[in-house]
């Protein structure tokens, strides 16, 4: 299933660097104590300045509802990972590792794969660094919680580019999904043995997908009950959320007792909510009928949620089932509603991926030449901003994720989800990692099948009596990653079509704060939950001290 960079691939990342008489050869030992099993899997390297990992408190990390959150495993000399609004910040060399025995140490060549620089190069110093054997080749997809079962060694202090021996010594704790995140107030900590009996897991085989991977596959995610579900005999709404990229079950569980806590405390009305998960070890599947990752959207529509309606009291018209997510969520949001428009009553896809791909994050993929690393004048594309300051550009992300692993991180995930299957039975890249060059003829296949403006554009006579009025977007402006160029573009659209739609850009709001209003750190969510319920249960009144976000007119 997975297919790893070639080796003259990894030197050409390091082309432009000058070269040095000798690699840095790391050894790494798997502790007999760790494991009385052989490993394998991708054996990453993660170091940085002694002085910068000392001084450097918890990293906030943006959470499933798009906020931000301190990273719950903490950095200084606990941890040393990635950090994901600055690729630069930690030194990544990385080399698969097909066995490794307990007692057994492998050496890895730390200039072959290295992001941002070979380590043989680095400035002469005191190093912290840890190594981690990404067993399930899931890192990049998950990075900012390491999984179950991945081996890991300690915090090491190490002259570089001097070297030294790293040792494998303990396995990661799988996170359980029911544990508080130690960022949260004891009144929130409370929540969670409360909430727990309205929170129902599910895991239901699906026929379609397992016909397409001819084995086994299974959607998983929750359902939230309302509080006055067990002593009524009612139907309720049902909201569908998709979390964005690198979510999981903790983050799912997460914003479910936020939710739970605010219908209890009738700040947004008594619905059902499903948190459904979209992450697969391609990234994120998006639940779209794609030929690489299988037909998701087909198994939602058809499989999973009649499944729910039999099993629950849900509001089974299109009237009573709503979208909602954020980012890689809100694109799903939204091609879930454009490409089954008569199933949904209506969809609410906050900081979506890109909907057209004449602006993907910033960036116009149909341009002769396009290139994703550097405009034509030859500077480099920004990928990350904040307050009008680039923090990372697309050429450093993408080439750190190379590192990172051949699979599941944002690049590659949007290739499972709109690329065409290459003849190596994966998805064709689009563009080179190398030099950023876009391949044209991917781009086509991408236009034709998931720019989600063409479509509509091209379907528009269709797509108009069940599609019409139900796009109700939300964006900040300037959104970090540039998504809110592509929710105009997409706009302008549908406004050329004569279509209803709603769409708001909220001034000085960016990808990880958009849901603030005020001081209401939920402010966005009452705002749409109170838009659904207004859909589904009409003439009811909506509270007043609902909050409504400012929007650029």
């Known amino acids: 299933m997975y297919r790893f960079p070639n080796i003259a691939v990894a030197f050409s990342l390091l082309a432009s660097a000058p070269a040095y008489a000798a690699p840095l050869i790391l050894h790494v030992k798997l502790d007999e104590a760790a494991t009385k099993t052989a490993a394998s899997g991708r054996l990453l390297i993660f170091a940085q300045p002694l002085e910068a990992?000392?001084?450097?408190?918890?990293?906030?990390?943006?959470?499933?509802?798009?906020?931000?959150?301190?990273?719950?495993?903490?950095?200084?000399?606990?941890?040393?990972?990635?950090?994901?609004?600055?690729p630069k910040a930690v030194e990544i060399a990385a080399q698969e590792i097909s066995h490794i025995s307990p007692g057994e140490t492998v050496d890895i060549d730390a200039d072959v794969l290295a992001f941002p620089h070979p380590f043989s190069q680095?400035?002469?110093?005191?190093?912290?660094?840890?190594?981690?054997?990404?067993?399930?080749?899931?890192?990049?997809?998950?990075?900012?919680?390491?999984?179950?079962?991945?081996?890991?060694?300690?915090?090491?202090?190490?002259?570089?580019?001097?070297?030294?021996?790293?040792?494998?010594?303990?396995?990661?704790?799988?996170?359980?999904?029911?544990?508080?995140?130690?960022?949260?107030s004891a009144a929130q900590k409370a929540d969670f043995p409360l909430a727990a009996a309205d929170l129902r897991p599910f895991n239901i085989k699906s026929m379609a997908l397992e016909r397409f991977w001819g084995r086994p596959i299974h959607m998983e995610g929750l359902v939230l009950l309302p509080p006055s579900y067990a002593t009524g005999k009612q139907l309720y709404p049902v909201v569908y959320w998709n979390y964005g990229f690198s979510g999981g079950p903790q983050k799912a569980r997460n914003h479910a007792v936020t939710i739970w806590r605010m219908m209890h405390d009738s700040k947004i009305p008594p619905m059902i909510w499903v948190f459904l998960n979209e992450g697969s070890p391609t990234g994120t599947h998006e639940f779209a009928d794609s030929v690489n990752n299988g037909?998701?959207?087909?198994?939602?529509?058809?499989?999973?949620?009649?499944?729910?309606?039999?099993?629950?009291?849900?509001?089974?018209?299109?009237?009573?089932?709503?979208?909602?997510?954020?980012s890689s969520g809100g694109w799903a949001s939204l091609w879930l509603q454009v490409r089954y428009p008569a199933f949904f009553g209506?969809?609410?896809?906050?900081?979506?991926?890109?909907?057209?791909?004449?602006?993907?994050?910033?960036?116009?993929?149909y341009a002769p030449n396009a290139n994703i690393y550097h405009r034509p004048d030859g500077s480099s594309w920004p990928f990350i901003q904040a307050?009008?300051?680039?923090?990372?550009?697309?050429?450093?992300?993408?080439?750190?994720?190379?590192?990172?692993?051949?699979?599941?991180?944002?690049?590659?995930?949007?290739?499972?989800?709109?690329?065409?299957?290459?003849?190596?039975?994966?998805?064709?890249?689009?563009?080179?990692?190398?030099?950023?060059?876009?391949?044209?003829?991917?781009?086509?296949?991408?236009?034709?099948?998931?720019?989600?403006?063409?479509?509509?554009?091209?379907?528009?006579?269709?797509?108009k009596p069940n599609l019409n009025g139900k796009i109700h977007l939300i964006v900040g402006s300037p959104d970090t990653f540039y998504l809110d160029g592509s929710a105009r573009r997409l706009k302008a659209v549908l406004d050329g079509l004569g279509a209803r739609s709603d769409f708001r850009f909220v001034p000085g709001r960016g990808h990880f704060d958009l849901y603030k209003i005020g001081n209401d750190p939920q402010g966005l969510n009452r705002t749409i939950a109170w838009e659904m319920y207004a859909i589904a249960r009409p003439g009811v009144r909506r509270p007043t001290d609902v909050p409504v976000p400012q929007v650029i007119p």
């Not at 499933?64 to 994901?84: F, I, K, Q, W, Y």
């Not at 002469?124 to 399930?136: E, K, M």
């Not at 529509?301 to 089974?316: F, G, K, N, S, V």
């Open 346 to 365: 209506g969809a609410w896809p906050t900081s979506p991926d890109p909907s057209d791909f004449h602006d993907w994050l910033g960036i116009d993929l």
């Open 53 to 86: 990992a000392q001084t450097q408190t918890s990293d906030s990390v943006p959470g499933a509802d798009g906020s931000l959150h301190p990273n719950r495993e903490g950095r200084g000399l606990e941890t040393v990972d990635v950090d994901l609004l600055n």
């Open 387 to 463: 307050e009008g300051k680039v923090l990372a550009t697309m050429e450093e992300f993408s080439k750190q994720e190379v590192v990172m692993g051949p699979v599941g991180g944002q690049m590659s995930s949007f290739e499972w989800v709109f690329s065409p299957r290459g003849p190596q039975g994966t998805p064709m890249p689009m563009f080179d990692r190398a030099t950023g060059a876009v391949d044209p003829k991917v781009i086509r296949y991408w236009h034709d099948h998931w720019d989600i403006s063409a479509m509509i554009q091209r379907e528009w006579p269709t797509l």
């Open 122 to 184: 680095l400035k002469t110093g005191r190093y912290a660094i840890q190594a981690v054997l990404d067993v399930s080749h899931e890192y990049n997809y998950n990075f900012s919680d390491r999984r179950g079962g991945d081996l890991v060694s300690a915090v090491t202090e190490m002259d570089l580019p001097a070297g030294g021996t790293l040792v494998l010594s303990h396995v990661q704790i799988p996170i359980d999904p029911l544990t508080p995140p130690l960022d949260v």
């Open 295 to 326: 037909p998701w959207g087909q198994a939602l529509t058809t499989e999973l949620i009649p499944q729910l309606e039999r099993e629950y009291r849900m509001d089974a018209r299109p009237s009573g089932r709503f979208l909602t997510g954020h």
